[in-house]
T-cell receptor
């Protein structure tokens, strides 16, 4: 089974801090994704990556950056956290062979910015 | 811009009922449609993926159908159980990404 692991289930940070969310997958997947999930808005794509050192902006990249130095690890960075970034963050991965491969999700990180 | 709608937003049924969850999307140019389950405070679990060339997929008590031309999909759950209580999300795959609906929250009471 695919295992996508997010380093923290719950995280509390202060406004202005630099925040790192880590995601690791164990299936040698090429594609990795970061989403945020908010009530009434559903899941929205922040950034994604098709390969090491490669990144693409999703629908809501403002205020975020990402890093993919190794194939198995995809990090989301909040450069200067703000209260409107309080949310549930979900990481996903999929194999790169074709478009009909399902995305596999981690358990999420519930981030609160005070 | 692709928009995905799920109706109803919430559904409560007694155990044993057969039920249908609905998903509609505005742009029929999709590669596939995926149904997920999400338990409270957890991530998403993939249930079924229907490719654009397919009409339906089945897994156990779950059956998902896809009518791409009309922009609709249904998830049919047979003989519902309390363990089926969760939020069900559908997502359509476009050129580069998945677009999600906001989900249907299902409660199956014993």
């Amino acid at each position: 089974d695919v295992k996508v692991t997010q380093s923290s289930r719950y995280l509390v940070k202060r406004t202005g801090e630099k925040v790192f969310l880590e995601c690791v997958q164990d299936m040698d997947h090429e594609n990795m994704f970061w989403y945020r999930q908010d009530p009434g808005l559903g899941l929205r794509l922040i950034y994604f990556s098709y390969d090491v050192k490669m990144k693409e902006k999703g629908d809501i990249p403002e205020g975020y950056s990402v890093s993919r130095e190794k194939k198995e690890r995809f990090s989301l960075i909040l450069e200067s956290a703000s209260t409107n970034q309080t949310s549930m963050y979900l990481c996903a991965s999929s194999t790169g062979t074709g478009v009909n491969q399902p995305q596999h999700f981690g358990d999420g990180t519930r981030l609160s910015i005070l | 811009k692709q928009e995905v709608t799920q109706i109803p937003a919430a559904l409560s049924v007694p155990e044993g009922e057969n039920l249908v969850l609905n998903c509609s999307f505005t742009d029929s140019a999709i590669y596939n449609l995926q149904w997920f389950r999400q338990d409270p405070g957890k991530g998403l679990t993939s249930l079924l993926l229907i490719q654009s060339s397919q009409r339906e997929q089945t897994s156990g008590r779950l059956n998902a159908s896809l009518d791409k031309s009309s922009g609709r999909s249904t998830l049919y759950i047979a003989a519902s159980q309390p363990g089926d209580s969760a939020t069900y999300l559908c997502a359509v795959r476009g050129f580069q990404k998945l677009v999600f609906g906001t989900g249907t929250r299902l409660l199956v009471s014993p």
